[in-house]
């Protein structure tokens, strides 16, 4: 309950009441005891030197002490109080409402004392022969020479004190009815006082559980202007809308942050000052082939798993400056360039690691490497001949015309074999970079077939091979730059014949597969051997140089680039000395919609 605010309040005023009308109710019932108790005692005094005249007057006229309590008992019931004559050796001699004869001597009396004193006595004491508080008031009865006798008037405060509960009672009723009215008061007050304060109280635990959309502060309830609450929720608004801003900010910071490190080649990681990782993006978990968000909170040894970059993040973790390395990841070959930074201004001990995947530049290295020592080798062999073709005539075979005009021949066939090659390597980096543009059409199968047979039937003939085509006349038609096609089909039939021994056969096929046509170039040649197949595509391979002849091994280098810039397929199936086949897929045509 004192845990509110309102009931603190209201109690502080209840108590406050509560001891201001205590201190008043003491203060007042004092006074007025006071007030009654001094006008009693003029009142008395008054009365008693009133009734000792006449006692003087009776007892030098040698009264009897019982026309004293006559007269005692006369003036008592005049005055409304008790009358007592006492003898001046303290013996009770008029009584007006107790039987004399059994009263004390009274010399003793406090009043008595007093007034034998000082000629006016007072005393306020219980009385037990009365039951009940009294005030006495006494006064000497003189002679000329002596005292002779003390009179005494008496009256109960009884009343007095049932004035003073009276007044106690009224007291104590307002201050039960002011606390109340103070309570209710209080209550109402912070009631309308304390809304904008539990406003805040509610905004300040929205704002904790990071809802600072749901934040709304209504207008402040109090009526007075800018006053301290009205003035906190204003900070209190303005500050939520200052933290909403920057934490607007911070969240479009972080998103930029997380899409550059999310969308970024390279990889990236952040170990802490204890080494543990604290961040690692994308990039970085595929070149350690980690589930996303696992390395997080493991240690770095344990996410790295490489010793060569391990001690790369110590090396930089202890000289507190860059380091760089090249490292080889064994397992997935591949190559790495790693560099380790520390964070140290802002985030002192924590080091940054950027691993920059170089297999691909890696890779584009070898194959440059291998096209020029390739081209290079190429180049060598009939360049060498020319060379010893023409010292040779030169030297000594024009005398000899015969022989001279043989070698003429065979420098024209090294060449032209030269001049294929440096046409077939133009061709094929025109065809590379994309510089062929496809003329595409729908192309009729049969048709594209027979025309590449036709080209090269001499030549099979020649060498006595069989040619035979399978392709069902109402095969629809692909989509393909007729020309392109037919250099695909050429090269692999002019391979077929070339690798073929005279007395083979070659079959061509073409048949419809889903939504493409499949062509087969079939031979019973003598086939390639199963470690050379997957190579036969790349330029300049020749899987068998012997055999192979005068060929630049660039021919289906073309056809594969050919066919892929149709959006089809090309593969090799073989069987070493039982012959090969050429398979390819180029998809159909679509037929346009008739309007
Ligand atoms: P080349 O000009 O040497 O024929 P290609 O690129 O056309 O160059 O062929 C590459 C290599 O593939 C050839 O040297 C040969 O070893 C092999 N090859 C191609 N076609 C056939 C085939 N039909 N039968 C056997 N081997 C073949």
């Not at 006229?61 to 008592?76: C, H, K, N, V």
């Not at 109402?188 to 635990?205: G, H, M, N, V, W």
């Not at 790495?336 to 802002?346: E, I, K, N, R, W």
């Not at 190579?535 to 660039?554: C, H, Q, V, W």
Request: charge should be negative; proline fraction near 4%.
């Amino acid at each position: 309950m004192l845990r509110s605010i309102r009931w603190r309040i209201g109690l502080s005023y209840a108590l406050l009441i509560l001891a201001s009308i205590a201190g008043l109710g003491v203060y007042l019932s004092n006074f007025v005891r006071q007030n009654y108790l001094s006008n009693l005692e003029a009142q008395l005094t008054s009365e008693v030197l009133l009734a000792s005249e006449i006692v003087q007057d009776q007892i030098l006229s040698g009264a009897t002490a019982e026309e004293l309590d006559i007269l005692a008992q006369r003036w008592a019931e005049k005055l409304g109080a008790r009358l007592t004559i006492i003898a001046a050796d303290g013996i009770v001699i008029g009584e007006s409402d107790e039987d004399r004869l059994q009263m004390d001597n009274h010399l003793t009396r406090p009043e008595i004392v007093q007034a034998e004193q000082d000629g006016k006595g007072i005393s306020t004491r219980y009385s037990r022969t009365v039951g009940d508080y009294l005030m006495y008031v006494a006064v000497p009865v003189k002679s000329d020479i002596a005292t002779i006798a003390f009179v005494r008037i008496a009256l109960p405060l009884g009343h007095v004190e049932d004035q003073i509960s009276s007044l106690q009672r009224t007291l104590l009723t307002a201050t039960l009815l002011i606390i109340l009215a103070a309570i209710l008061l209080a209550f109402i007050l912070t009631r309308f006082s304390l809304q904008p304060l539990r406003d805040l109280t509610f905004a300040a635990t929205q704002i904790a559980t990071g809802k600072l959309d749901a934040v709304r502060l209504g207008s402040p309830l109090t009526h007075i202007p800018n006053d301290e609450i009205n003035q906190l929720t204003a900070s209190f608004k303005n500050m939520a809308v200052q933290l909403k801003t920057q934490l607007e900010a911070l969240e479009t910071e972080r998103s930029k942050m997380a899409a550059v490190l999310r969308v970024m080649s390279d990889g990236v990681m952040i170990v802490d000052n204890e080494g543990m990782v604290r961040l690692m993006n994308p990039a970085a978990e595929a070149i350690f082939d980690i589930r996303l968000g696992e390395a997080t909170g493991h240690s770095v040894a344990e996410v790295l798993r490489h010793h060569q970059l391990f001690e790369l993040w110590q090396r930089c973790h202890e000289l507190d400056s860059v380091q760089t390395a090249t490292v080889d990841l064994a397992p997935r070959h591949l190559h790495l360039q790693v560099t380790a930074t520390p964070l140290d201004s802002s985030l002192p001990g924590y080091i940054l690691l950027l691993f920059q995947n170089l297999t691909r530049l890696r890779r584009l290295e070898t194959i440059r490497q291998d096209f020029i020592s390739n081209i290079s080798h190429e180049l060598r062999t009939p360049l060498a001949s020319l060379k010893a073709l023409t010292e040779t005539l030169s030297e000594s075979a024009l005398e000899d015309p015969p022989a001279a005009r043989r070698f003429l021949q065979r420098m024209e066939t090294e060449v032209d074999s030269l001049s294929q090659m440096v046409t077939e390597l133009l061709e094929l980096s025109r065809i590379e970079s994309g510089r062929v543009p496809l003329q595409l059409s729908p192309v009729v199968p049969l048709e594209l077939v027979h025309q590449a047979v036709e080209r090269l039937r001499l030549q099979a003939e020649r060498v006595n091979l069989t040619v035979q085509i399978t392709c069902p006349e109402d095969l629809p038609a692909v989509l393909a730059d007729a020309k392109r096609l037919e250099q695909v089909l050429v090269n692999l039939l002019h391979n077929a014949i070339k690798f073929t021994p005279p007395g083979g056969r070659i079959e061509v096929r073409a048949r419809q597969q889903e939504n493409q046509v499949l062509f087969t170039i079939q031979d019973s040649g003598v086939g390639i051997p199963a470690i050379d197949l997957p190579r036969i595509f790349e330029r300049f391979y020749k899987a068998d140089r012997a055999r192979s002849g005068g060929g630049t091994g660039l021919g289906l280098a073309i056809s594969r680039h050919l066919v892929e810039a149709h959006g089809g397929k090309i593969w090799a199936e073989s069987v070493e000395g039982q012959g090969s086949s050429f398979n390819f897929f180029i998809p159909m045509a679509v037929d346009e919609p008739n309007d």
